[in-house]
């Protein structure tokens, strides 16, 4: 049993140590589907045209909420699910592990 403690605690240091070294891009990806509402807004504001840039902030706030919406929804919906597979086929609680 220590051995394996012991195995385990090595993988942790090395994937610290060595995860450490792959270099991630910070923030969205240069495509990101919202830069492009920001310069639409960003234009509008710049060209002086107040009903414009109005338009396109809400467009950007409506776009902005439903995927908030959506991804609220999967989270809710992942939740149930795993309430679900905690219960052993023949009706009994099964423990709950944590994800």
């Known amino acids: 049993m220590l051995v394996e403690i012991q195995r385990l605690l090595n993988g942790v240091r090395r994937f610290v140590v060595w995860g ?10 240069s495509d990101y589907h919202s830069f492009n509402e920001h310069e639409e807004i960003l234009g509008a504001i710049q060209a002086r045209d107040s009903d414009r ?47």
């Open 20 to 29: 450490n070294l792959v270099k991630r891009a910070e923030g969205p990806p």
């Open 53 to 99: 840039a109005m338009r396109a902030m809400l467009s950007h706030l409506g776009g902005t909420q439903s995927q908030l919406i959506d991804y609220q929804s999967l989270q809710d919906r992942t939740r149930q699910l795993r309430c679900q597979s905690s219960v052993h086929p023949a009706g009994r609680p099964r423990r709950l592990r944590l994800a």
